[in-house]
């Protein structure tokens, strides 16, 4: 029982450098989300996808994109990395109805230099 | 527009004390649904608890309770008798029903780190 994997679990890139963040999960769930976490600043919301073929900026979509591949798929991309991106990512899932939790990825560690 | 807000930063409690954390929020939807998680210091996120606005029943599991107030948009978080283990970062979080405005939104607030010191 998976649940929610994200990869790469750690990643450095330099500045200018591109990435795709990956992000699966395997409970059928409607709704993906992804997440950046920085010191005091909480669990922020980059973009999120209610159900699939729909996607919608959150508070901190600047600099990022994404892609709902699938029901099962929710890839977050960042065109040209700058240090200020660097953060921990986190990926998580849940059904489109509200009274049900999310489930979370165990996080993506990147810097950038 | 949707926010949580978690104004305890940091909290230092001695093992046995009981603390509260505090969560007040901002909607305009008239149903939504209320979280809180866990972030123990492995970075994992653990889901506690989920409240309907409908719900104001308080609740209890173990030493842990939770206290859901509507007239003042809060909704509490209490242990009692605090252990070592029960340190991490607690959030809470607010979700829209799907059908509102930008539904299926999940914001979370900016967390509370809990210490407890043996």
């Known amino acids: 029982n998976a649940g929610v994997t994200q990869t790469p679990k750690f990643q450095v890139l330099k500045t200018g450098q591109s990435m795709t963040l990956q992000c699966a999960q395997d409970m059928n769930h409607n709704s993906m989300y992804w997440y950046r976490q920085d010191p005091g600043m909480g669990l922020r919301l980059i973009y999120y996808s209610a159900s699939e073929g729909t996607t919608d900026k959150g508070e901190v979509p600047n600099g990022y994109n994404v892609s709902r591949l699938n029901k099962r798929e929710f890839s977050l991309r960042l065109e040209s990395a700058a240090p200020s991106q660097t953060s921990v990512y986190f990926c998580?899932?849940?059904?489109?109805?509200?009274?049900?939790?999310?489930?979370f990825g165990q996080g993506t560690r990147l810097t950038v230099v | 527009a949707q926010k949580v807000t978690q104004a305890q930063t940091e909290i230092s409690v001695v093992e046995k004390e009981d603390v509260t954390l505090d969560c007040v929020y901002e909607t305009r939807d008239t149903t939504y649904y209320l979280f809180w998680y866990k972030q123990p210091p492995s970075g994992e996120l653990v889901f506690l608890i989920r409240r309907n606005s409908f719900d104001e029943q308080n609740e209890i599991s173990g030493r842990y309770s939770w206290n859901f107030q509507k007239s003042t948009s809060s909704f509490n978080f209490t242990i009692t008798a605090s252990q070592v283990v029960d340190s991490a970062v607690y959030f809470c979080a607010l979700s829209e029903s799907p059908s509102y405005n930008q539904g299926g939104k999940l914001i979370f607030g900016q967390g509370t780190e809990l210490s407890v010191k043996p």
């Open positions: 998580a899932s849940k059904k489109l109805q509200g009274n049900t939790e999310a489930f």
